[in-house]
């Protein structure tokens, strides 16, 4: 799920202006390479919307489903806010509308609980029940 944190004020190339929401994809715990302690963050991402600003504002909040995935892109350059270095990134974060399952776990799982055989009756192995 994402959830809808934000929205700004863009323009076309021609002028004309139009609001993209801000989307968060929940929170995740990232390990620091610098002092190997954790900490708190979450993947953003903007998608355009026909939205007008009060319509932007009621949305605010509003949870959907997918998630916020890394996506490839070509290098450009970014700065850094608070340090102010700048940065070549070769990434951009996405809303993905799918909450597809993507990791080798987790599809091992769902053909696990595909198969109703797998599991027990009562503590009990179901072909033990035949008579």
Do not use: W
């Amino acid at each position: 799920m994402v959830r809808i944190i934000d929205y700004k004020q863009r323009q076309t190339e021609n002028g004309r202006a139009f609001f993209v929401l801000e989307l968060s994809g929940g929170i995740e715990m990232v390990k620091s390479t610098t002092t190997n302690q954790f900490y708190a963050t979450s993947k953003k991402a903007f998608i355009s919307s026909t939205f007008d600003e009060q319509t932007c504002k009621a949305l605010i909040g509003t949870e959907m489903p997918g998630r916020v995935v890394k996506q490839e892109c070509e290098a450009y350059e970014y700065v850094v806010k608070d340090t102010g270095e700048l940065v070549t990134l070769t990434h951009r974060f996405v809303y993905n509308p799918e909450e597809s399952i993507s990791t080798k776990e987790d599809k091992a799982i769902q053909r696990l609980l595909a198969d109703e055989k797998t599991f027990s009756m009562n503590g009990h192995h179901k072909e033990e029940f035949a008579i």
